[in-house]
């Protein structure tokens, strides 16, 4: 769904902050390049390469070689884990109600007045995709 195969298992917490430094760097990754972007969180190379291999077995990330090196690559892009993310989001609290979710962004998120028209944009051109969805006529 939404990109992501049936065959992927969800992520945890943690897997997905290691998942989030994957898609960081520029594939394929080592665990070095993971440690140094998890710095802050003050894991160890192991507790980082146990990370990896859990995401490897969910179907997140393929490994490879690289000399006497592992790499990682995403076998999931982060747009499509965003969508779905967004989605299940939206769905479990919301109720799918995206009108609902935009309110509740909006009121509040303190965004501005530039970032409030930015959105109105977005949703305007998705408005009008839809409008010309809508009027297609396969058979005129």
């Known amino acids: 769904m939404y990109g992501i195969p049936d065959s992927v ?4 917490a943690a ?12 594939a394929p990754v080592t ?9 802050a969180k003050g894991w160890a190379p192991a507790t980082v390469l146990n990370f990896l291999y859990r995401l490897e077995e969910k179907g997140w990330v393929k ?3 690289d000399g006497n090196r592992n790499t990682y690559t995403p076998a ?3 747009r499509a884990y965003n969508v779905w993310s967004m989605r299940e989001r939206l769905d479990t609290l919301f109720g799918g109600d995206l009108a609902a ?9 303190g965004c501005g007045q530039s970032e ?11 408005h009008l995709e839809a409008e010309e969805y809508d009027l297609y006529d396969p058979y005129g």
């Open 63 to 65: 490994s490879g070689k």
């Open 76 to 78: 999931i892009t982060q």
């Open 9 to 12: 298992k969800p992520l945890s």
């Open 101 to 109: 979710a935009v309110c509740a962004l909006v009121s509040e998120s």
């Open 31 to 39: 665990r070095r390049d993971i440690d140094a972007k998890l710095r």
């Open 15 to 26: 897997e997905e902050q290691v998942m989030l430094a994957v898609w960081a760097c520029r």
């Open 116 to 126: 409030l028209e930015q959105a109105m944009k977005v949703l305007e051109e998705k």
